[in-house]
């Protein structure tokens, strides 16, 4: 079993709708979770982070965290086009700065 | 300019050579990491740097070494290149200060071994 998974995609919404990613994480020592955007060919950029229990809402973007089932997902409003790119799910295990990835969701958002 | 940048962006080698991909970066951050990346597989670490003086190997470090000569620069090497090391490799720094630990990604190398 990976530490981080997520099912890899594509997952295809239509313009204006909430597109839905979703991530599991095995190890319940786990900290701190992040979403990063990553355009093809391109580094992956840090769209949030969530370490409480819960929502954190960002513009467009809401992280949702729940430790007593292990998974984090993240929900985008009104997706748009340019929302198009692989979303990668990562996972702090300690108070250091390690992080284990999954493997990215391709998410595609059409016109 | 770039808080991180890697050099070379784009490499194409042969099987047996020696390569070495350079990171520099400067934020000002005393950690630093080299990960690869092949489709499907999201990141994986292949070493990490928490200062000038310490270097770890990360999960899949076979095959890699790597120098920190200073606190802005890591450079990963392939001792003897082989065609699995064919990946997107990419260099990121952290500060321990920041809260949620966030890495900063160099703009990658994509590296062929032919």
């Known amino acids: 079993q990976k530490e981080v998974e997520q099912n890899s995609g594509p997952l295809s919404v239509p313009e204006g709708a909430i597109a839905s990613l979703n991530c599991t994480y095995s190890d319940r020592g786990s900290q701190s979770f992040f979403w990063y955007r990553q355009y093809s060919g391109k580094s992956p950029e840090l769209i949030m982070f969530i370490y409480s229990n819960g929502d954190k809402e960002d513009g467009r973007f809401t992280a949702q965290l729940n430790k007593a089932s292990q998974y984090v997902s993240l929900l985008i409003r009104d997706s748009q086009p340019s929302d198009s790119a692989t979303y990668l799910c990562a996972v702090n295990r300690d108070a250091g700065n390690m992080l284990t990835f999954g493997g990215g969701t391709r998410l595609m958002v059409k016109p | 300019d770039a808080d991180v940048t890697q050099t070379p962006r784009n490499r194409i080698t042969k099987t047996g050579k020696r390569i070495m991909l350079e990171c520099s970066q400067t934020k000002g951050h005393d950690r630093m990491y080299w990960y690869r990346q092949d489709p499907g597989l999201g990141l994986r670490l292949i070493y990490y740097?928490?200062?000038?003086?310490?270097?770890n190997k990360g999960e899949i470090s076979d095959g890699y070494s790597v120098s920190r000569q200073a606190q802005a620069k890591f450079s990963l090497s392939l001792e003897s290149a082989i065609p699995n090391q064919t990946a997107l490799y990419f260099c990121a720094t952290s500060d321990p200060g920041l809260a949620g630990a966030e890495q900063f990604f160099g703009p990658g190398t994509r590296l062929t071994v032919l």
């Open positions: 740097s928490f200062d000038v003086k310490d270097i």
